[in-house]
């Protein structure tokens, strides 16, 4: 038997079908889903919504460099509250 085969698969006679929605997971993928995935986990959908998504991705990637400047600047504390902060020279130890 070669090597690239396995026993355990469909033949072409057999069980197993393409371009049908399967569940993974519990998520419906489609047929001609997109599929995205990174360290954090893995995304679906369906082709109609992308552009809605990527738009919605850019804001808030833009909206968090934003606030990640705030922060390093003093601008913003670490949570995120926009109370003015001291410079960091005036500070004292007890300071958050």
């Known amino acids: 038997m070669p090597a690239a085969t396995s026993i355990a698969a469909p033949n072409k006679d ?10 993974i997971g519990g998520l419906v993928i489609h047929p001609g889903d997109i599929i995205v995935g990174d360290e954090d986990g893995v995304v679906a959908l369906r ?25 390093l600047a003093g601008r913003l504390d670490a949570a995120g509250s926009t109370k003015r902060l001291p410079p960091r020279a005036s500070r004292s130890a007890k300071d958050p």
């Open 47 to 71: 082709p109609a919504e992308a552009a809605g998504v990527l738009e919605d991705a850019r804001k808030k990637a833009k909206d968090e460099a934003k606030q990640l400047e705030d922060t």
């Open 14 to 23: 057999g069980p197993g079908e393409i371009n049908v929605p399967v569940s």
